[in-house]
């Protein structure tokens, strides 16, 4: 595996990442692989990207291969998408320290800084070694039942535990370090890393945190005590959650994996061993991403 950071200033093998079922990202995929195989540049495509932009457009030329693979030959991985197509690479590649780079072809676009616009000017950077490498911490949890651990995964933006489907309050235990914080009744709890900060943590008034933080936000959804109010807690910290009562409880990982819980169940969480390294072109700036989607300062129509 060669995946370090100095071995991005020259990629040599650059795998190809994207879901969608989209005419757009199909023909981006493949406009973008023929350019990089011009400039010398080994590609993969990642197999279930294959399988359904191969629909689309002729891939044929392509070594289709697993993440794991990914992981074990290629300097980097380029995911063209939005912001749900980023995280599920995330999670998969974390354990590889594969560096990531985004083409945004979502909505938002938080984690994916290129446009399809500047695609391929961007690759003449990242290709001459003109990118800047940005690491991200990710949140590893598991699900303890009756004393023995039954699920466990990764999370780069979050991991929510909440009430499920059914309309009635969670209540669960809120325990930082092995010291008791509360008893909460609420719709769940948001546990979000600084990179989550812009994510379902912002809608529940969570803060935003700038992505070099290295702690981890706990934002309270709909609580019924007012004076529950988010809380920052360090880097370092283990947090446990344990469900004292509910109907449906469940816990999820970056809004893509789900695993149901039941009253009793600890859901233990704390910062991973792995980061995930984001690769961001020479023009980029977090706070110039905020104001862009967040829409900061912009005026009001007729003013």
């Known amino acids: 595996m060669n995946s370090s950071f100095a071995s991005c200033r020259s990629p040599r093998t650059i795998a190809l990442v994207?879901?969608?079922?989209?005419?757009?990202?199909?023909?981006?995929?493949?406009?973008?692989a023929e350019y990089l195989h011009e400039r010398g540049v080994s590609v993969f495509i990642e197999r279930e990207t294959a399988e359904n932009v191969g629909r689309l457009v002729d891939l044929s030329r392509w070594v289709a291969c697993d993440f794991s693979d990914i992981g074990a030959h290629a300097d980097l991985a380029i995911v063209i998408g939005g912001d749900g197509t980023m995280l599920n690479a995330a999670r998969r590649l974390a354990r590889y320290r594969v560096p990531l780079v985004g083409v945004n072809l979502g909505r938002l676009g938080f984690m994916t800084d290129i446009a399809r616009s500047d695609m391929l000017t961007c690759m003449d950077d990242l290709l001459d070694g003109r990118f800047t490498a940005e690491n991200r911490m990710l949140l590893d949890a598991e699900v303890i039942r009756d004393g023995k651990e039954i699920f466990d995964n990764q999370a780069l933006n979050d991991v929510v535990v909440d009430k499920g489907a059914i309309g009635r309050m969670i209540e669960f235990k809120l325990s930082i370090d092995g010291e008791f914080i509360y008893n909460q009744r609420s719709d769940g709890l948001i546990v979000s890393t600084p990179t989550g900060s812009t994510a379902y943590s912002l809608s529940a008034g969570g803060p935003i945190l700038h992505p070099t933080l290295t702690?981890?936000?706990?934002?309270p959804l709909c609580p019924h005590a007012l004076t529950n109010r988010p809380i920052m807690v360090n880097d370092q910290a283990n947090?446990?959650?344990r469900i004292i009562q509910a109907d449906d409880p469940r816990v999820h990982f970056d809004g893509q994996v789900t695993h149901d819980l039941q009253p009793g169940d600890l859901v233990r969480l704390r910062r991973s061993e792995y980061t995930i390294c984001f690769l961001h072109p020479p023009s980029y700036s977090y706070f110039a991403m905020l104001r862009q989607r967040l829409h900061w300062s912009e005026r009001p129509e007729g003013t």
């Open 18 to 32: 994207g879901k969608y079922h989209s005419p757009e990202i199909a023909e981006s995929l493949r406009r973008l």
């Open 215 to 219: 702690g981890i936000a706990l934002v």
């Open 239 to 241: 947090i446990e959650v």
